[in-house]
């Protein structure tokens, strides 16, 4: 039976290209009319309200804290009110550093995999044919968005808004012209599509939830993302769903808006799982958000053996060798290693492409803490997620720089894995 893409489009990829996490605006020239975001924090409800008078919220974060835009005269006249802290809203970048593939990517009615290494590996069966798990629980993938009408996601589609608009929360769009939000969730709960000849997940029986914060050329606004982080929560909680969400994306820098919505999901009962970074293999080359302590950073494996394990990859970022061997969560800790070198994932163009990158690690993480869930729906998401580091445990990770017997800064507790 011949399958039927709903989109066909093309997509050069080009050599890698690392964008700067966290760059900066083109700072406007002073005098220019040239609008910028701006996160307001203010002393009271009243001060607030008062500012939001002239400057329309885009997204009402806390209760007396807003993003909003305004032009550099603006700004500065605002800088004189005491009873507002102004910050400029960074941007951060999705997480591919590193492209396995340069040629063009042809949309392909069959994937020429099924199980791709990544999804044999973290099921530990090199026999594995097609997934299943994962019922009843959703992964948000906050990313450059999914193409919902791809054959072997379009089914798993629960949720699809887009963040990156005019607010508020632009329901049932959610356009992926990059093509990495479309793979990163393919990874996590692709299904095989209808006729089952197409690619599997870890989890394909989850809901996705494609909710898109970053633009076509894979960066986006911290507002956005702590926005999106937010919503999830609040939908987890308003439907009584256990979620799982997927950042993919990352920076250097800690960014205030984003933290402070990974605690507050992560108090609300949502497990947070996000990637390390691209920017080994030096020690503390460790992202945000992944870096913090409420979310699971996780580090990509290769396909390659070494030292008698999986290997870590050059490009995943390191947390640092003072923590090795103590087996603790803190700030700038690596938890986790996934599949993440050279991944064949569904694509934008409703084809299969193969990319690199801590970005591709993750899903699989949050597959299979969705699967994982799924089958135990009472545990909380701390329970969860020491379930997740005793798996990881007990799959120790010595291959790669930094890696060794035991907790350490390359690999973290080990590789999680089904079975
Ligand atoms: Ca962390
Ligand atoms: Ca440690
Ligand atoms: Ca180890």
Redesign the pocket.
Known sequence: MKRTNKLFMSVLLTASLVIPAYSSDASAAPGSNEKFRVYVEAVSKSAKSTVKSQHKARWELTENGFSTEMNEKQFNALQKNKNVKLTRVQKVTVDTAVRASNSEVKAAEYPSQQTPWGIKAIYNNANQTSTTGGQGINIAVLDTGVNVNHYDLTNTVEQCKDFTRATPITNGTCNDANGHGTHVAGSALADGGSDKAGIYGVAPDSDLWAYKVLGDNGSGYSDDIAAAIRHAADQASSTGTKTVINMSLGSAGNDSLISSAVSYAYSRGVLVVAAAGNSGYSQGTIGYPGALPQAIAVAALENRQENG?YRVANFSSRGYASTDGDYVIQQGDIEISAPGAAIYSTWNNGGYNTISGTSMATPHVAGLAAKIWAQNPNWSNAQLRTNLQNRAKSV???GGYG??????Y?????FARVN
């Open positions: 394990t120790d990770i010595k890696a060794a017997t035991g907790d350490d390359a690999s973290g507790f080990g």
